[in-house]
C-alpha cells in the first residue's frame, strides 16, 4: 500500500486507588525523613532536607503517566510517558501483525498465554483491543483508548479478512 499516513495521540491515565496510595506513601516517606534529619543531623539537617524534597518531588511527579499512540505507515507504536520526563516504549508493531481488532466490550476472551499491555486511559470510556502476533512477545492484547484518527489509521492498514471482519461489525 503506497499510502503515507501519520497520526499521534497523547492520553493521560487517570489516577487510581494504587497510585493515590503512592502518592501518600511518598509524602509520608518525605515528612518521617525531613523529621529524622531535623532531629539527629543538627546543622546539616537542611541540606538532607531539600535533597529529600527534591527527590520526593522526584518520585511524586514521576506518578504521572501518559500513554502516547503513533502510526506512521502501517506501524503502531505505544509509549509510556513517565513525569514527563522519560519515555518506554511499550510495544512497536506492524498493523499487518494484527489478528483481531475492536472495542474492547466487544472482545473475546484473550488467548491463553498472551501477554497484555494495557495502555489504557483509565476512565472507563470507549477503549479498543488489538490481538497480534509480535517478533519477541508472541501472542499480545494491547488495550488501549485511541482517538477517532487513530482508530481509522488502524483500520486502514489491518488485514484485508479483518478488515471486513471490522466493517461487518459496524454495519450491524
Known sequence: MNTDFYAE??????????????????????????????????????????????????LFTGLSVEYEYIITNGSLDVDKIMGRRSRKRMISTDIETFTDFGKLKDAPPAPAGCTTVLASDNTGGEDYYADLKHKSAGDVRLIFSPNEKIVEGVEMFLPRQLKLKVRQSKNS
Not at 495521540?9 to 534529619?37: F, H, P
Not at 539527629?40 to 524534597?53: D, N, Q, R
Open 9 to 58: 495521540y497523547l492520553v493521560e491515565k487517570r489516577s487510581d486507588s494504587m497510585d493515590t496510595l503512592k502518592r501518600i506513601g511518598v509524602l509520608a516517606g518525605i515528612t518521617v525523613l525531613c523529621g529524622v534529619c531535623f532531629v539527629f543531623l543538627g546543622p546539616f539537617a537542611f541540606l538532607f532536607i531539600a535533597l529529600i524534597l527534591y527527590g520526593g518531588y522526584y
